[in-house]
């Protein structure tokens, strides 16, 4: 690397403290901020290897594995088994390898300065390394939520900063070359539901027994749902002393806290908290302070402080870490789009599911046979999306997932941006994550699931105690996986596959659980609450000024969101692009990352 850049990033860095590796030769390998207990590394000959991350092995596990590399085709079977999440960083007869997580919480982008190709965990460290401007088609297709599709979903918000895909490696070679390869494949889906509870609840254990030390307090969300509640399990198990946090939603109908209390019964030295929401930060607070927002927009913006809080809360008493459930819902259940290969496979199981879901969600029947006799391609599905932006979703798609949709306020220019990515997608004949449509719509929302978790692994940086979401490991993610996906998801039973996995460990009253309570009146007293910011927003909006938004129909969302006649969700997405590009206009270190910074360069 060229010194210059090492200079730059030294200067990214800020007051924090630069460390370097080299490759065999001498020159700078990885350059960054990362604690030691971020990073297990090793040097064997002229190979070197490091996973950033929480992995379960130790430098001597590491360094006996990359005895086996001669190659940078020998490191992922050399690494199999290994469970976690986290970056694999290795340096092979001068060739840089790199990859992230294929559930996309841990990423890699790449871009040219300097005259080498340098890699980094972090957009904004390369924006900021080469000056990058802001790609407003990327941010315009934000607008649209978690619903923009693969791969357009993975673009980078800088001209000239690149993503690697999750699932694939990045490979710089000598002579500057940049090669590409996949790494990641799906396992069949083949397994009875049994079995592959079993082989999800072993991944479980591996997973959260990674991250908690016998006799060791832990922090813990406890929602009284499954997902959370099978880690609080799970973590007891493991010898962990439990500070949980329940949220008493203030809705009348709320039955969190009636099943959190039952757990809390069943669990072994765990200290309780429960919050009211008079207790608690409101929804939307702390739209206006300066705070690094990460590498794009989140809707984590409407509970930001209030886990700030929480999280203070728990290292109060003692916590390191903190656990969540989040991921759960994305990873251990298909969408119901399964039902169109069930059809094929076994038409009488796929007639009854799919009477199953159209009796649940109350659809016509014309709009079931129809999404379920459509054969069109995902390329197709892109280029009607293309034309349908401005056209709300209404139900379950049975397709290839759900729709991107634009709220009332995108502008005519932020639907064309949004319609010409999509098009040229289709154009370039995108494939699916896979070839069945079910398939690909559980892999996309085990992604989807990735995402957050990052972006509240950031929020945990913020708060300084790490936000881990074990669902979201590559390896439960696989497990999962396994399943067959009309037994994981079923239209007459909740979470059926996590149901099996923890019968024995978990209450079986809390399994029998098929509610899932909201926040409606916590994130509408929110926006009263900071509708003084809001209406600042509405007269002086930056997706106005970057032609994103019209002015007139923003501002009515903002003063009026009680009216508003879609999902809460558009405003939230819309809160989030909004803040994230005001955040931009402070410069930002990464101080106490708990990211790999890592710039590893070809010369």
């Known amino acids: 690397m060229a010194p210059g850049l090492v200079g730059l990033l030294r200067e990214i860095a800020g007051s924090a403290a630069v460390r370097v590796l080299s490759h065999a030769s001498g020159r700078p390998w990885l350059v960054g901020c990362w604690p030691d207990e971020e990073l297990t590394a090793c040097a064997v000959g002229d190979v070197r290897l490091a996973l950033a991350g929480t992995c379960s092995l130790n430098p001597a596990e590491l360094a006996a594995r990359a005895r086996q590399i001669t190659d940078a085709a020998h490191i992922e079977p050399v690494l199999s088994g290994v469970h976690g999440c986290f970056h694999v960083l290795a340096s092979v007869a001068g060739h840089t390898y790199a990859r992230g997580s294929f559930s996309g919480q841990r990423r890699v982008y790449r871009a040219e300065a300097g005259g080498v190709t340098v890699l980094a965990g972090q957009s904004r460290v390369l924006a900021r390394l080469t000056g990058a401007e802001l790609d407003t088609a990327q941010l315009a297709l934000r607008l649209s939520g978690d619903t ?153 913006v409407r509970t930001r402080v209030e886990q700030r809080y929480l999280a203070e809360r728990m290292r109060a008493r003692g916590a390191r870490l903190r656990l969540s459930g989040f991921g759960g819902d994305q990873v251990i259940q298909s969408n119901p789009s399964y039902v169109h290969g069930l059809l094929r496979h076994s038409p009488a199981a796929g007639l009854r599911h799919a009477a199953g879901w159209r009796a649940r969600h109350r659809r016509p029947l014309g709009a079931v046979m129809r999404a379920l006799l459509d054969r069109g391609s995902y390329a197709a599905w892109l280029a009607e999306a293309a034309g349908l932006l401005r056209t709300p979703v209404t139900a379950d798609d049975l397709r290839w997932g759900w729709r991107p949709h634009l709220p009332p306020w995108a502008s005519e220019q932020a639907v064309q941006l949004c319609r010409e990515r999509l098009l040229a997608a289709a154009r370039d004949a995108t494939e699916p994550l896979h070839r069945e449509r079910g398939r690909h719509t559980w892999l996309a929302g085990a992604q989807s699931g990735g995402r957050l978790a990052g972006h509240l692994a950031h929020c945990g940086q913020l708060a300084a105690l790490p936000y881990h979401s074990p669902y979201c490991d590559d390896a439960v993610i696989a497990a999962a996986l396994t399943a067959r996906p009309h037994e994981a998801t079923s239209p007459w039973s909740y979470k059926p596959l996590l149901a099996a996995a923890m019968r024995g460990l978990v209450p079986e009253a809390i399994l029998c659980r098929t509610t899932k309570d909201q926040f409606g009146h916590e994130w509408q007293g929110g926006l009263r609450r900071n509708r003084d910011t809001l209406a600042a927003w509405a007269e002086d909006s930056r997706l106005v000024a970057a032609g994103l938004a019209d002015e007139d129909a923003l501002r009515r969302a903002l003063l009026s969101p009680q009216l508003l006649t879609g999902k809460t969700a558009e405003l939230e997405t819309t809160l989030g692009v909004e803040a994230w590009l005001r955040s931009l206009e402070h410069q930002h270190t990464p101080h106490g990352t708990r990211e790999t910074n890592s710039a590893p360069t070809t010369r």
């Open 148 to 300: 923009v599709p693969h791969p357009l979903g993975w673009g980078v918000l800088w001209r000239g900063v690149h993503a690697v895909l999750p699932g694939t490696a990045v490979e710089l070679v000598r002579d500057g070359e940049v090669r590409t390869r996949r790494w990641w494949d799906p396992p069949e889906a083949q397994l009875p539901l049994e079995e592959a509870a079993a082989g999800l609840r072993e991944a479980l254990e591996r997973a959260v027994a990674l991250r908690v030390r016998a006799d060791e307090v832990v922090g813990a969300d406890l929602s009284g749902g499954m997902d959370s509640t099978s880690l609080c399990f799970l973590a007891a198990r493991a010898g962990a002393r439990l500070v949980t946090v329940t949220m008493n939603a203030g809705a009348s109908t709320n039955e969190d806290l009636r099943y959190a209390t039952q757990a809390v019964g069943h669990l072994p030295r765990v200290e309780h908290l429960v919050f009211e929401p008079a207790d608690l930060p409101a929804h939307f607070s702390g739209l206006d302070e300066r705070v690094d927002l990460g590498d794009e927009p989140s809707a984590v």
